[in-house]
Nanobody
Framework: QVQLMQSGGGSVQVGGSLRLSCAAS?????MGWFRQAPGKEREGVAV???????MYADSVKGRFTISQDNAKRTLYLQMNSLKPEDTAMYYC???????????????????WGQGTQVTVSS
C-alpha cells in the first residue's frame, strides 16, 4: 500500500508559477502527475521513473518540471508560465508494478493523492 498526501496548488494569474508536492509513504518505480479539468477526462501531465527518466505531455513541455526528493519521499511538480488551460484538479499517482518503464495510461496507476486545485486566471 502507498499513501500519497498532496499539498500546494491554489490560484495564480497567467504567467505565474506554482509548485505541487506529493508526500509518499514510499516511492514506486513510476510516479506521476495527472489532471482533470471540468467536463474533461483525466490526462497525464508528467511521469517519472526511479532512474530519473521523465515524460511530459506536449501541452506542458518546457513549462512544467517533475522531480522527486528521495530523502523526503516527496514528488514535486514545478509549474511555470501557467496558462488558463492549465486550470484543473491535479493528482499525484503511483504505479505499483515495476515494468522497467512508465506508461501514461491512468488505469495502471494504483494509488492516488487526494487532489489539489490549480486555477489560472487571466
Amino acid at each position: 500500500q502507498v499513501q500519497l498526501m498532496q499539498s500546494g496548488g491554489g490560484s495564480v494569474q497567467v504567467g505565474g508559477s506554482l509548485r505541487l508536492s506529493c508526500a509518499a509513504s514510499r516511492f514506486t518505480y513510476c510516479m506521476g502527475w495527472f489532471r482533470q479539468a471540468p467536463g474533461k477526462e483525466r490526462e497525464g501531465v508528467a511521469v517519472m521513473d526511479s532512474d530519473g527518466m521523465t515524460m511530459y505531455a506536449d501541452s506542458v513541455k518546457g513549462r512544467f518540471t517533475i522531480s522527486q526528493d528521495n530523502a523526503k519521499r516527496t514528488l514535486y511538480l514545478q509549474m511555470n508560465s501557467l496558462k488558463p488551460e492549465d486550470t484543473a484538479m491535479y493528482y499525484c499517482a503511483a504505479d505499483k508494478t515495476n515494468r522497467g518503464y512508465c506508461v501514461w495510461a491512468e488505469n495502471v496507476y494504483n494509488y492516488w493523492g487526494q487532489g489539489t486545485q490549480v486555477t489560472v486566471s487571466s
